[in-house]
Structures are given as structure tokens and as C-alpha cells.
């Protein structure tokens, strides 16, 4: 038997023997792939673990992250992206608290009314200022906005200088999602209520609700200590020119209406149909007394940069970011109760999918034509602020980054076989995930949540404010992912079992890093930058003059 079998063998050819003897290309695939599983799992395992208590920004923990992040891009041969010669870009913090419960009054005339500070009103401690001491008088100016690509002018007719400008909170009616949260959120500094009021003299903001009975949304928050970068300028990143900003509960602010020329009930009437609301003088003023205290902290950005190959586009850059912060540690868990915020997948799956598609530049043996920017944010769950910081203080020309790609909280808990790229349809950026999806065997779905306006709500954002065509790339609701979503955001979203004990298939995340290196070679090998679509509300608020695609 084994002289026939040796017999047949020598009959094979040699040419055929060897083909049968070497691995496939999708064994090699297969192989890969896990391999760099293995290295995602590795890396979400040190960044989500409890030694690291949460990678709050500024703490010890996210410092050891930052240290641990540093030397991943050392060992993978990236160069230091960061300020002088080094791998960070110190963000430097101030936390600014309230010394004592600060004073707010309403004067009628003779009559004077005391509003009680976290049940009247709500006032944000100042970054600027450790005392104030404001009396001004007040005037209506609907919801303060002015964005003439909407026809929207809430200040014509009105002189608000030295005066407390008193706004409805929330967008117009009748307007797409991402632009009605654009217009009502708090990162905005061009276009929203207080630099509106700032740019036209006022002292102060007031926001009130524009539903009977309500409140406004960041009442809440307004009362607690107030974190924002601040440079050596003593320019900060969300505060305005303004004084004050505060927020008033539904009670209090009818009382600002007395005597005046329309109730607030009418105001609010009128608001829910028509887009723009007539403001007028209020006969009221309005004195505010506060003192606030201030923590000072740094916490850095880490950044590594791979220089292009390309003469002519090397001085071009994409960037490639995830944030690495987290909510640290609960501060009134109970005994025994697990108290660390891990961050499994909110953000350190995205950290690791990040220098997982680093890894996959370096190895391909070939450089990209512009360079490729690697960022881990810190301050994102503060309100996108390290990534702020970074944009208002960059380590190369903003002009000069042609495009961003945002790793934010991917769900590797399923075999997903689509992505939804928030901000694609506001740019040729769209082009590079749809031509990087098809080669992997994936689609591109619309976005299935408009109603949570995601495309504003991180990093990247904060690029797109500074003309940057960017992207927030999240697994898709096909092949069961809606469900895990829905379970996701109902039972693991900012909770503390965000963590490693989770089912998460570290295949998905291979898969994931390796669809963001895809879009991120093409967008750095192509011959023409990203290009805004033509006519799109955020290429012209925030990029005019750039040349224009068509869709």
C-alpha cells in the first residue's frame, strides 16, 4: 500500500504538490482577521479594565490610557503629532463651581421678587469671572436666533445692548433634524443664541421654555459645576462674550411678562407654527449676584502622524480619531455596587479599531499619498472639548485637513453587514464609505435615528464647525443590529456594565477597523480633497468659498 501511494505521488507535478501544500488567500484572510481580533480584544481589555477607573478626563486612569495609547503608535512606527515634539496636546481645563448659592432678582418697578437659585432659575457658574454683580433690564428676542440662511432675524428691530436677552429654548418648526440641533445646541459658537445675543450687545441670556409648564432642557445641568478649556488667551471654548447665561423654570418666567406687550402664552403660541417670533422690550430688570471657584487640570490629546509619500499632497492631512475618555467612577454608588464606568465599547473598542487601521497603513507597505493624523480625544463626554480644543488649537493648519473619520462607540456585538455614515450626505466623503463598503461586501444605510441628531452629537463635529468634511462611522441596523442597538442604548449606554463581560464579537470590531482604513486610504490616496456638496447648509455656514461637488 505505501509503495503504491509513493507511486501515484511521483506522478503528481511538483507545481501541483506545492499548490495544494500552500495556505488559501481566505485562509490567510481568515487568519488575519482573527489576528488582529486578538489585538482589538488585548487592547479593549487594559483601556475598559478597573485599574483604569473609568478614564475619566484629567484622572490617573485616563493618564495611564493616554501613556498606554502613546506607545502603541511608538511601536507601530507613527511619528510624535503632538506639540513640541511630543506625542500630546496638553488640553488645559478649568472646572468652575458656584462658591455659594448665587442671587438672582425681578424688578417691577417698586416691586422686586427673589428667585431661588436650582428652583427658580439656574445659573452657570463663570469661567471667567470669580465675581459678578449684573442689573440690566430685559428684552423678548423669540429664540434668539439669527441664521439669514433660513430667514431667520429674531434680533431685527431690537436694541439689546447692556440688556438680558430672554429666549424660547429649542429650534423653529419645520426644520431637518440636524439642523434644528445644530441651531439649539451649546458646542455652536457662530450661530446659536448667546453668541447671536453677544454680537449684538447683550449682557446676559435667558432661556426659558417654549412648552407651558416646562423647563428648559439644560436647566439642570447649568446648576451644576461647569467644565470648559480655557487657553492662555483666556479664550474658552463654549463661553461666549456674555456675562451670564441662565435658565428659568415655566413659573418664573411668566413673571417676566407682566405688563407686557404680549403674555408669554402668546409668545408660545406663536412659536409652535410660525419660524420666526416678533420680540419686544420686557418692563422688568433683572440683577444677578455670583461667585464662583474655579479647579484648573490638564488632559491630553494623543496624536500620531504618518507622514504622506506624495510631494505635492504631503502637507495635506486626514485625521482618524476616537475619543478615549469616559464617565470615571459613579460618586454615590452604594456598598458593593459596581461603581467604574468602563467604556467597553463607549469609547475603548473605538480607541482599539483605531490602532488596529493605524497598523493596517503601516503594514501595507505602502505610504499614503497626504499624511494620515491619528487623535484619542479626551473630554468627549464633557461635551466633545479636547476635540474643540484641538480644532480651535491644531498641531497642523486646520486648512490644511482635508477630511475627518470619526470611531465613536461601535457596537461589536453582532455580524453586521452594513454601516451608517453620519454627516456622508453633506459631503464627497460619502463617495470614499460607499466605494469602502462594496469592496468589503457591505452597504451603506441611511441614517435610522434622525430624531437623535448623532451627526452634532461627537468629535468629528467639532471639524465640521472648521470647514472639515467629516464622518461618524457606526455599525448598521441590518442582519439583527437594530435590536442590538435598542438593547444597547435601553441597558449598557453610560452604565457601568459597558465592560469586558460583554458578548462582544471581536471579528466585527477586525472588521470595522479594517472598513475605517479602507475609507481613510482612499480619502488620503485620492487626487481631488473631500468637497462639500453644493447648496448643503453646513459646507456654506461653515465653509464658504471651498469649491463645490454636485450630488
Given at each position: 500500500m505505501t509503495a503504491l501511494l509513493f507511486a501515484r505521488l511521483a506522478a503528481v507535478p511538483l507545481s501541483l504538490m506545492l499548490a495544494a501544500a500552500a495556505p488559501s488567500p481566505i485562509a490567510d484572510r481568515v487568519k488575519a482577521e482573527q489576528a488582529a481580533a486578538d489585538r482589538i480584544r488585548g487592547h479593549v481589555?487594559?483601556?475598559?479594565s478597573d485599574e483604569l477607573e473609568g478614564r475619566d478626563t484629567g484622572s490617573r486612569g485616563y493618564a495611564v490610557a493616554a501613556a498606554y495609547v502613546a506607545a502603541q503608535f511608538a511601536s507601530l512606527g507613527l511619528k510624535p503629532g503632538g506639540t513640541g515634539g511630543g506625542?500630546?496636546?496638553?488640553?488645559?481645563?478649568?472646572?468652575?463651581?458656584?462658591?455659594?448659592?448665587?442671587?438672582?432678582?425681578?424688578?417691577?418697578?417698586?416691586?422686586?421678587?427673589?428667585?431661588?437659585?436650582?428652583?427658580?432659575?439656574?445659573?452657570?457658574?463663570?469661567?471667567?469671572?470669580?465675581?459678578?454683580?449684573?442689573?440690566?433690564?430685559?428684552?423678548?428676542?423669540?429664540?434668539?436666533?439669527?441664521?439669514?440662511?433660513?430667514?431667520?432675524?429674531?434680533y431685527a428691530g431690537l436694541d439689546v445692548r447692556g440688556k438680558f436677552v430672554v429666549v424660547l429654548s429649542g429650534p423653529p418648526p419645520g426644520l431637518p433634524s440636524e439642523i434644528a440641533a445644530h441651531l439649539d445646541s451649546t458646542l455652536d459658537s457662530t450661530a446659536t443664541r448667546a453668541e447671536a445675543a453677544a454680537r449684538r450687545g447683550a449682557i446676559g441670556l435667558v432661556e426659558i421654555s417654549a412648552s407651558p409648564g416646562g423647563t428648559p432642557h439644560r436647566f439642570g445641568s447649568w446648576a451644576r459645576p461647569r467644565v470648559d478649556w480655557i487657553d492662555t488667551a483666556g479664550k474658552t471654548g463654549t463661553a461666549s462674550l456674555l456675562r451670564a447665561t441662565l435658565a428659568l423654570t415655566s413659573k418664573s418666567a411668566e413673571r417676566l411678562f407682566d405688563g407686557a406687550p404680549k403674555s408669554l402664552a402668546a409668545v408660545r403660541a406663536q412659536a409652535k407654527s410660525q419660524r420666526t417670533v416678533r420680540g419686544f422690550a420686557l418692563p422688568a430688570r433683572l440683577s444677578i449676584t455670583a461667585h464662583s471657584v474655579w479647579e484648573d487640570f490638564s488632559s491630553p490629546e494623543v496624536i500620531g502622524l504618518l507622514p504622506g509619500g506624495d510631494p505635492r499632497l504631503a502637507q495635506e492631512y486626514v485625521v482618524l480619531m476616537g475619543h478615549l475618555d469616559h464617565l470615571g467612577v459613579k460618586p454615590d454608588a452604594k456598598p458593593g455596587e459596581?461603581?467604574?464606568?468602563?467604556?467597553?465599547?463607549?469609547?475603548?473598542?473605538?480607541?482599539?479599531?483605531?490602532?488596529?487601521?493605524?497598523?493596517?497603513?503601516?503594514?501595507?507597505?505602502?505610504?499614503?499619498?497626504?499624511?494620515?493624523?491619528?487623535?484619542?480625544?479626551t473630554g468627549e463626554e464633557r461635551g466633545l472639548l479636547g476635540a474643540d480644543y484641538f480644532a480651535a488649537h491644531p498641531t497642523v493648519p486646520i486648512r490644511q485637513i482635508v477630511g475627518a473619520v470619526d470611531l465613536d462607540m461601535p457596537l461589536l456585538m453582532y455580524d453586521f453587514t452594513d454601516v451608517v455614515a453620519f454627516g456622508a450626505d453633506h459631503s464627497t466623503v460619502a463617495r470614499a464609505v460607499d466605494r469602502a463598503a462594496i469592496g468589503m461586501g457591505m452597504s451603506v444605510s441611511a441614517d435610522p435615528m434622525p430624531e437623535e441628531s448623532i451627526f452634532v452629537r461627537s468629535d468629528h463635529y467639532q471639524f465640521v464647525r472648521r470647514g472639515v468634511p467629516a464622518i461618524l462611522l457606526f455599525t448598521g441596523y441590518a442582519n439583527g443590529g437594530k435590536a442590538q442597538w435598542d438593547r444597547f442604548f435601553a441597558n449598557v449606554y453610560h452604565k457601568p456594565n459597558d465592560d469586558i463581560a460583554q458578548p462582544i464579537n471581536w471579528r466585527a470590531g477586525a472588521r470595522y477597523a479594517r472598513l475605517n482604513y479602507e475609507i481613510s486610504r482612499i480619502l488620503a490616496d485620492a487626487d481631488q480633497r473631500p468637497r462639500w456638496y453644493r447648496g448643503d447648509y453646513f459646507g456654506d455656514t461653515f465653509a464658504p468659498g471651498q469649491p463645490r461637488a454636485e450630488r
Open positions: 481589555q487594559f483601556l475598559a506625542w500630546y496636546l496638553e488640553v488645559p481645563f478649568r472646572r468652575a463651581s458656584h462658591a455659594s448659592p448665587p442671587q438672582a432678582r425681578l424688578s417691577h418697578g417698586k416691586r422686586t421678587i427673589a428667585f431661588v437659585s436650582g428652583i427658580d432659575f439656574a445659573l452657570q457658574a463663570s469661567l471667567l469671572e470669580r465675581s459678578r454683580a449684573i442689573d440690566a433690564p430685559l428684552v423678548f428676542a423669540g429664540r434668539g436666533l439669527s441664521e439669514p440662511k433660513l430667514g431667520v432675524d429674531d459596581d461603581a467604574i464606568y468602563n467604556g467597553a465599547l463607549d469609547n475603548a473598542a473605538g480607541i482599539a479599531t483605531m490602532l488596529e487601521a493605524a497598523r493596517d497603513f503601516v503594514e501595507s507597505g505602502k505610504r499614503p499619498r497626504r499624511s494620515v493624523l491619528f487623535i484619542a480625544n
